[in-house]
């Protein structure tokens, strides 16, 4: 359960493939529970709703005014990324997104700097973070300067002292 003692609601945004394994990850996560799926292709978004018992919803904006949402997790196209993080901080939902994170480096920034702004979690995808060579990439790293190791659907993610992002160089 979350600090609150509650589920975290996520929303899938984007019904593509790479859906699929945010979907699954939700469902395998005790703490986290799907509310609702989005995407502008209004059969796949209901194909999705009814498949996993949610709300379909085909526009994004209508979304982030749901107060069932907590958190959505963008599985978009990579463009689509920068401006969809920095609306859904402006709504107050936590963010996951897939990677990449952004196209250029002054998105990712303008994301981030637009998160804190607004007090909500951003994390992106980083699929083989716990393979030997990943772990061995991050040996070196300052312990103040780590990323977090864990699942991006667990409480972990939401509390701000366990979330640690990997300093710019």
């Known amino acids: 359960m979350s600090q609150q003692g509650k589920q975290v609601r996520f929303a899938v945004v984007g019904c593509g493939v ?3 394994s945010h979907l699954i990850g939700i469902e395998q996560t005790d703490t986290a529970v799907l509310v609702a799926v ?3 292709n209004p059969e796949r978004a209901k194909e999705y709703a009814e ?3 949610v709300r379909a919803f085909t526009a994004y904006t209508e979304l982030l005014a749901s107060d069932e949402v907590d958190v959505v997790c963008l599985c978009t196209p ?3 990324h920068a401006e969809q ?3 859904a901080a402006q709504a107050g939902k936590h963010v996951v997104c897939e990677k990449p ?3 250029v480096l002054e998105d990712a920034r ?3 700097e637009i998160c804190e702004a607004n007090r909500v979690k951003l994390t992106t995808i980083f699929p083989r973070r716990m393979t030997p060579t990943s772990l061995w990439r991050f040996r070196g ?3 103040s300067s780590r990323i977090s190791l864990h699942s991006p659907y667990s409480p972990m993610a939401i509390r701000p002292r366990f979330v640690i992002w990997l300093k710019p160089l």
């Open 38 to 40: 989005c995407d502008a």
């Open 141 to 143: 790293i300052p312990l």
């Open 85 to 87: 993080t920095i609306q």
């Open 101 to 103: 994170m952004a196209i």
């Open 78 to 80: 990579s463009g689509m």
């Open 110 to 112: 303008r994301m981030i």
């Open 51 to 53: 498949t996993y018992g």
């Open 18 to 20: 790479i859906a699929k």
